[in-house]
């Protein structure tokens, strides 16, 4: 058998294959024997049919799987052993037009294209300036959180008279321009958020209502969202679209209120902890915290997302993309043409990214380990069961039994395998370049791209 590769440019290739009866014949043999011993066809016991018979009957079938498979397996190992760094797997070549007659003696010879990843250097180095935020709360964002958990911990109470922020519990009829009600037209009984109404015409309609209390409002101006109207209205989002009138008539059956808790410390041990927090500067400056430690997630993207940039941005390399695109198309039969078209140039994207991650991961020795995609899926899976999980606890033990399950399913695993990859990529790289550190406001962190 011989085996070798011819380089058509920089990123494309073609492996030819040649082999003789000496290459194939022995495994044929083998496979063929094997067939006879578990065939059971009429006129021969189990396990007794003749050799010579399987060859007549079947021998071509099983001489084309053999063939295949031993050049399968030559050309995996030549491209182990030539250190090929390959983009998809290696496809028959189109215009290999070879006739054999498949009687056992044919001297064979393959050609298989091959797509080769581009050459470039790693885009990170100890040169490499990148800031890294810390992210300090704004008094607005801090009012907010705290108006959240004072709500969290409120009371809903029944006001006579509303104001911006109550909830409107009534029946929204459908209405013409007059006022009197479309004939087959929506009426439903649904709570309006006041908060969420975006005209301040609107808004300002929907303050001072008392129960019994009519509104005649055009409800698409009074939502952005469709979803909102969907939901008042008890459509579809789709039915939103073509909703001809969109005024209704909003009749008032009660005012509800979420009155905020007041600052004490009865609120302060249900947030913290009995004895945690006394005063409500103590509170101010636990929430601070609270708030700003998930900020820190905000600004551990912002740097993943800017070494993203930087290194896509830093690398200019071509792709293999004829080959790509047959190979895409090989692999998922179903796709259609302008399908495959529209998301090439994301494919791409991912590519050359992974192909960066995995030149980092190699070149630095780096390893994921499957301690590491196991410990993952555990916490995945504990953090998915004190959600939705009502109470639910799982010991050690179990919490390894599903996560080994999980692990199971390959897409899954695959999922995770590369969470961990790309964390270790980032750590690396965040040991690798320099990083200077700021102090910023978090309304002014939202100002940056």
Known sequence: MNISHENIDDVNAVITVDLGPEDYTPQVDKAIKEQAKKAKLPGFRPGMVPVSHIRRTYGKAILFDEINRVVSDKINEYIGEQKLEILGQPLPKEDDKNDYNWDFNDQFSFQYEIGLAPQFAIPFTEKSTFTEYEIKADEETLASRIKNLRRSYGKMTNPDVSEDGDVLYGELQQVDAKGEAVAGGIVNTASVRTDLVDDKKIKKQLIGLKKDDEVVVDIKKAFKADSDIARVLGITEEEVAGLDPATVKLTVKNVNRLEEADLNEALYDKLFGEGTVKT?????????EEVEGMLEQNATQKLQNDLYTTGMDAVDAAFPEEFLKRWLKATNANIKADELEEGFPDFLRNLKWTIIENRIITKNSLEVKYE?????????????????????????????????????????????????KAKKVFDYLKGLVKLEKKEIAYDKFLELK
């Open 280 to 288: 409500e500067e103590a509170f101010r400056e636990k929430v601070r």
């Open 372 to 420: 590491e995609v196991l410990a993952l899926a555990k916490e995945r899976i504990e953090a998915q069961i004190k959600l939705y999980g009502q109470g639910q606890e799982v010991n050690e033990q179990q919490l390894s039994q599903y996560a080994v399950q999980l692990l199971g399913d390959k897409e899954q695993a695959n999922r995770l395998f590369d969470e961990v």
